[in-house]
T-cell receptor, first 109, second 113 residues
Framework: KQEVTQIPAALSVPEGENLVLNCSFT??????LQWFRQDPGKGLTSLLL?????REQTSGRLNASLDKSSGRSTLYIAASQPGDSATYLC????????FGAGTRLTVKP | EAQVTQNPRYLITVTGKKLTVTCSQN?????MSWYRQDPGLGLRQIYY???????DKGDVPEGYKVSRKEKRNFPLILESPSPNQTSLYFC????????????FGDGTRLSIL
């Protein structure tokens, strides 16, 4: 059974720092991997989707990488801003979608 | 505006009293899904639907029912709610069920006393 783990569970950084969020999964047979953002009291917003054949995807200050063979993905956030404060979740898809528990990010002004 | 709408947003009720959480999407998506989110456990899929009149169990279907009579609606039914169903529930939809980006509703916080 696929298990998705996100470390750390919480992260606090000063504004302007570059940071990396980690996601690992136990079964490398995935179709794709997605990173989501969740704001308090809100649903999830899809940030990046990486197909299994891809190594990375970029959107603005966000860059997500995928190493399927080692069961790892990272979400890199450049020049963090207070508005980036949220919980970030990764999810892998192979017939069904499995989510990690998320990393709660706080960016301090 | 493309959106997934859930109602109610908050509900406090008692054990055994049947309740329905509605979910509606305006994007003509074929795939819809229900999740529950619990602290430390992430999101777990309850039921999903690939299209009208097609529904399947997810990871944690016990105690829940769904129906998909129309493409836009996918209600979640708790026939006899119990306290262990206290959770934050999300409905989501996507064009297809092959891992395409899902659009999520804002969530429904259920408290079963």
């Amino acid at each position: 059974k696929q298990e998705v783990t996100q470390i750390p569970a919480a992260l606090s950084v000063p504004e302007g720092e570059n940071l990396v969020l980690n996601c690992s999964f136990t079964d490398s047979a995935i179709y794709n991997l997605q990173w989501f953002r969740q704001d308090p009291g809100k649903g999830l917003t899809s940030l990046l989707l990486i197909q299994s054949s891809q190594r990375e995807q970029t959107s603005g200050r966000l860059n997500a990488s995928l190493d399927k063979s080692s069961g790892r993905s990272t979400l890199y956030i450049a020049a963090s801003q207070p508005g980036d404060s949220a919980t970030y979740l990764c999810a892998v898809y192979n017939n069904d979608m499995r989510f990690g528990a998320g990393t709660r990010l706080t960016v301090k002004p | 505006e493309a959106q997934v709408t859930q109602n109610p947003r908050y509900l406090i009720t008692v054990t055994g009293k049947k309740l329905t959480v509605t979910c509606s999407q305006n994007m003509n998506h074929e795939y819809m899904s229900w999740y529950r989110q619990d602290p430390g456990l992430g999101l777990r899929q309850i039921y999903y639907s690939m299209n009208v009149e097609v529904t399947d169990k997810g990871d944690v279907p016990e105690g829940y029912k769904v129906s998909r009579k129309e493409k836009r609606n996918f209600p979640l039914i708790l026939e006899s709610p119990s306290p262990n169903q206290t959770s934050l529930y999300f409905c989501a939809s996507s064009r297809g069920g092959d891992g395409q980006p899902q659009h999520f509703g804002d969530g429904t916080r259920l408290s079963i006393l």
